[in-house]
């Protein structure tokens, strides 16, 4: 079982930046393919980033809405290279949710589908003012 957990999450205003991390613990794999999924008020849970890392290539992809705004990493010094991180520039109103990384459990990647995501982490809040 992994535990995820969200932080970085907050108040900034419009044209603003956030990073917020994902820091795994628990058992680890190799193959660590994680997502950014975000879900404001009255809306579904969406994806917003994706990556996939096999030990050699890393593959990322990004949902139209935050291309060329967010940016997915992942940390792989050996100390942290269960973190995974998604720089948000540029932001805008419409950006305000509560994000949540998650693990792909998948079988195709890339996917933007939460059933192929588990071991949900609780969270982190972003409200862009305007």
């Known amino acids: 079982q992994v535990a995820l957990e969200e932080s970085g999450g907050g108040l900034v205003q419009a044209g603003g930046s956030l990073r917020l991390s994902c820091a795994a613990s628990g058992r680890t794999f190799s193959s660590f393919d994680m997502g950014w999924f975000r879900q404001g008020p009255g809306r579904e849970r969406e994806c917003v980033a994706a990556?996939?890392?096999?030990?050699?290539?890393?593959?990322?992809?990004?949902?139209d809405s935050v291309k060329g705004r967010f940016t997915i990493s992942r940390d792989n010094a050996k100390n942290t290279k269960n973190t995974v991180y998604l720089q948000m520039n540029s932001l805008k109103p419409e950006d305000t949710a509560v994000y949540y990384c998650?693990?792909?459990?998948?079988?195709?990647?890339?996917?933007?589908?939460?059933?192929?995501?588990?071991?949900w982490g609780q969270g982190t809040q972003v409200t862009v003012s305007s």
């Open positions: 990556i996939s890392w096999s030990g050699v290539s890393t593959y990322i992809d990004y949902a």
């Open positions: 998650a693990h792909f459990r998948g079988v195709r990647w890339p996917s933007h589908f939460e059933y192929d995501y588990d071991d």
